[in-house]
Every structure is written in C-alpha cells, then in structure tokens.
C-alpha cells in the first residue's frame, strides 16, 4: 500500500473512535446503563476502532523500518510524553485543588505517588479523597487501563511480524488466524471467577482487545488493502447490527468486521481537509474521563448523558488540543528517522518489509 499521511481519514476515524469513549463514558458516570453495538458497549467499541487502526499502522511502521531501537523510541514518543503530563498534572494540580483532604493531608497519603506509577502503565486509578462522592466514586481516570494492553501489543508486533516473515504466506495466514481465535477463547472462557493480573492489568480484559489489533495487523502484514471499501464495510456492519444471536457470536463477528470497516473508511481520500495537521484523539482519550468526573463533583443531582457528552467533549477539546501542540507534536519531531525514503518505498505489494538482503514476499513460496 502506498500510504500518504496527508490523504485519508485515519485521523477522522480515530476522533470518531475517541467520540465514542467519551458518549460511553457519559452514561456511565451519570449511572445510567450505556448504550451498546453488537452486544458491546459504545465505549469499548471505541477503544477497539483505536485498537484496530494502531494494529495496522504500528504494523506499517515497524514494515518499513524493522528497526528495535528506532521503533520502541517512535512508539515511546508517541504515547509516554502526554500520558506523563497529565499523570503529574493530575496528581500534583488537579488532585490538591479537589481532594477533601487538607494539603497536609493529601501530600502526606502515599496514595498521591503511586498515582505517578501510571506514567510507567503501571495502571492507579484513585488520589486520596477525589470523587469520593460522584455516581461513579473514586476513579480518577478509568479510561487508563487500555494503554497497557496498548504497550503490549507494540512488544509483541517486531515478533509476530518477523516469525511471519519467514513463514509461507499461508502459513503466516494460519497462525495469525489461530492467533485471533486463541485470543477470543481467552477472553471469554469461563475462568471460574479467577482474575489473572500482571503488571496491575487484568489479562482477561486485555484479550477482549488484542484481537482488533492482530486484525489490523493482519492487513498490513499481508498487504490487504486492496480490499478496503467503504460500501462493503457498511454492509458488514449493518449485518453486525440486525443480525440476531448471542453476545459470542456478535463478539466474533465483530472481531472480523470491525477493523476492516475502520482501515476501510480511514484509508479512503480526506473528506476532511486540514484535520491530517492535527491529531487531538489521544488527548480526548487521556483527559475524557478526568473531565466527566470533574463535571459530575460539581453537580449535586446526575447530569443527563447526552449534556455530559457534549459538555465533556467541549471541554476536553481544550486540553486535547493543547497536549497537541505543546506536548505531542513536539516530541513526535524527535522521532527517530528511517533508513527508507519513505513508506511507499519500503512496502511491497504484499505488505512485507523489504530486508536489505532480500526482496519482499510478493506470493507463497513454492
């Protein structure tokens, strides 16, 4: 695929998927049940359209340029410096302006530094005496817990896409298949009740959200974008959404659709001029939930969802914007170069990277 950063809707199609987190959000923080889509609330959906659009351009990246150093620095750059902005900003400026506890009492309760831990995706989501009292008590930033899962998967895409490359092209396609159906039958196994917990984050929950990812993945590595187009994927998502069976079902189709429909749309011709200069959706995510719970401390009675969407979007624009330009921008122009012109030259048709010793799978090795 021969991939212009300024011509498509990528960054369309991940504002409409950080949209999502917040309206989600919105039912939730003001204790009302959230809407859904194929059995999944509108949240998650969310976060799996910025699982499936990451799969497959941290995919790219790493295809045109299979490099370790250069691509955990690229992979750092993007989404450590605004994570540890509002890590500290939180901890440090909004938790002493809206604890109950007196300063003393605040900055004395160790709870205040292993809030920090979260800059490191060791995931914390409560600062003494915040949102004690709102619908949703506690939580500080409940939309954190995905970046570790994020983190994962750029550790586990250098290894899966080397392993492919040196496989048939059938059977990279085979296990990349298995891949997805292991991760499926993880997450929705009956585990008896028993959490499994590594690194502060629930292994379980993490699957829900690997396979979008290995989707996206999967149609970078073999060099599937021909098959993007928008009238289908609106067709398969419309099927998605009268098609009547079991959340299982509605899951696994969702798994195979969704991310298709996404890379579909985002790689289409901008139909929004101007937005390739500018990417706020990370901020939105990063500072949605901290607003909506700020919003919801300051009113005595429950907001309606949909004023809470609109005022927290609103207002989180603000900051998202901001971190953009002081925070992001700035340091995505410390990322390291490439060793290539640009993508378009280093990916071949079939998706893979071109070694210096070696030319890219274009078919099955006979």
Not at 99 to 128: C, H, K, M, Q
Request: hydrophobic letters at 50%.
């Amino acid at each position: 695929m021969k991939y212009d950063a300024r011509d498509n809707n990528f960054n369309l199609v991940r504002l409409f998927g950080a949209a999502l987190v917040i309206y989600g959000h919105s039912y939730a923080l003001t204790g009302n049940p959230p809407p859904g889509f194929a059995a999944t609330s509108v949240s998650t959906i969310g976060v799996k359209i910025f699982f499936s659009i990451s799969g497959y351009l941290v995919s790219l990246s790493w295809l045109s340029d299979p490099h370790l150093a250069r691509f955990f620095s690229r992979r750092l750059l993007r989404i450590c410096p605004a994570l540890i902005v509002i890590v500290f900003s939180t901890a440090f400026i909004i938790g002493p302006l809206l604890t109950r506890l007196s300063l003393t009492e605040y900055f004395g309760d160790p709870g205040v530094y292993s809030y920090l831990w979260n800059a490191t995706l060791y995931i914390n989501y409560f600062l003494p005496g915040l949102f004690e009292h709102n619908v949703y008590p506690d939580a500080v930033n409940g939309s954190l817990w995905s970046l570790p899962t994020e983190f994962a998967m750029y550790i586990l895409t250098p290894v899966l896409l080397t392993i492919f490359y040196f496989l048939p092209r059938r059977l990279a396609q085979l296990a990349t298949a298995s891949l997805l159906v292991a991760a499926y039958a993880g997450a929705h196994m009956d585990h008896g009740g028993r959490q499994l917990v590594f690194y502060a984050t629930d292994v379980w929950a993490s699957l829900t959200l690997a396979p979008y990812f290995i989707a996206g993945m999967a149609f970078a590595a073999f060099g599937l974008s021909r098959v993007f187009n928008i009238y289908v994927a609106f067709a398969l998502l419309f099927v998605v959404a009268i098609f009547d069976t079991g959340a299982l079902v509605k899951e696994a189709m969702l798994i195979l659709i969704l991310p298709y429909a996404c890379l579909s749309f985002a790689s289409g011709r901008n139909i929004l001029p101007g937005l390739e200069r500018f990417d706020i959706s990370y901020g939105l995510f990063l500072y949605g939930f901290l607003i909506q719970q700020i919003i919801a401390k300051f009113f005595a009675s429950p907001l309606h969802p949909w004023t809470m969407f609109w005022a927290a979007l609103c207002a989180t624009a603000v900051p998202a914007y901001v971190s953009w330009i002081l925070v992001e921008k700035p340091a995505l122009g410390w990322k390291p170069g490439t060793r290539h012109a640009s993508d378009a030259n280093s990916i071949g048709s079939s998706g893979w990277a071109v070694p210096a010793t070696a030319a890219p799978l274009q078919s099955e090795p006979s």
